[in-house]
């Protein structure tokens, strides 16, 4: 789309050029900012030309940039890409369930973000749903210089909503190495054959034992549950029916959303079950 309203593009180098100017925005991969109208911004500053790495493999985990596209992460989670996956990181094998569950062609995955897909906050982001079922935390530059750090399922505030201030600028999303030993799983589903999930649920099953399930795109937030282990059948449908946060729009009604992710969630329990037994 030509978003005729934007008069000024400027390439950022360092963060004091991310100081905005008054109707300037952040734009990195830009398929939702191009995707519809714009009209109460007149400039575009891109985070690409930052030169952040995409993906760094530490002893704490893994760093993944805010302007690592969907394309990298998928590719380094398959062994594709020049950094490797280290063996342990069970987890990793997620990211493409988490990628198909996006409303979006390879082609978009070559341009969308995974730090775009977590700051736009719609509930059906599944990049958000994969980091905040493990514990992934995220780096935010303030305006003023300062940083802080804030878990990603506390970003989401909303369907469309997020926690960051007006010229704060997500920087880097931090997984803890403990959290990609982990098995994981996720599954979705949508009205349509090829539709934006109306539901995904996701879960991961610790080395200790404990067990994290998050239901994502059918309530407006995460919503995450914490078990000690592996919940009975009985419990985690108690657990997944009680949530707050079921909505209707035209992709699904409330009541089918809160249906739908309690069967999910016992598809997830039976994988993590099974990947436990045969660990």
Not at 28 to 38: D, H, I, K, N, V
Not at 186 to 207: M, P, T
Not at 222 to 246: E, S
Request: one cysteine or more; a negative charge.
């Amino acid at each position: 789309m030509d978003i005729t309203s934007v008069t000024s593009f400027r390439r950022a180098r360092t963060r004091e050029d991310l100081m905005l100017a008054p109707r300037e925005t952040l734009i990195a991969g830009g398929t939702w900012l191009m995707s519809e109208p714009q009209p109460g911004t007149t400039g575009f500053v891109d985070l690409t030309t930052m030169g952040w790495p995409a993906l760094e493999v530490t002893r704490a985990g893994l760093r993944i940039g805010a302007t690592c596209t969907i394309a990298e992460f998928v590719a380094w989670a398959q062994g594709r890409g020049s950094l490797r996956v280290p063996e342990a990181w069970a987890a990793a094998s997620a990211v493409p369930d988490a990628a198909n569950a996006l409303l979006a062609s390879f082609k978009v995955w070559n341009t969308a973000t995974v730090g775009g897909n977590v700051c736009r906050a719609f509930a059906a982001g599944s990049m958000t749903a994969f980091l905040v079922t493990l514990d992934a935390t995220a780096e935010v530059w303030r305006a003023d210089g300062s940083a802080y750090e804030a878990d990603v399922a506390d970003l989401v505030t909303g369907n469309g909503e997020n926690a960051l201030a007006p010229g704060d600028v997500l920087r880097a999303i931090d997984v803890p190495a403990a959290a990609l030993r982990a098995r994981a799983a996720l599954r979705k589903i949508a009205l349509a054959e090829h539709g934006r999930s109306g539901a995904v649920v996701s879960g991961r099953l610790d080395e200790d034992g404990s067990c994290v399930l998050v239901v994502t795109a059918a309530t407006r937030r995460p919503t995450v549950f914490r078990f000690a282990g592996i919940p009975d059948a009985a419990t985690l449908a108690a657990a997944v029916h009680a949530a707050p946060g079921y909505y209707t729009d035209p992709l699904g009604a409330a009541d089918w959303r809160r249906g739908v992710s309690g069967v999910l969630a016992e598809r997830i329990r039976q994988d993590l079950l099974e990947q436990g037994e045969g660990a």
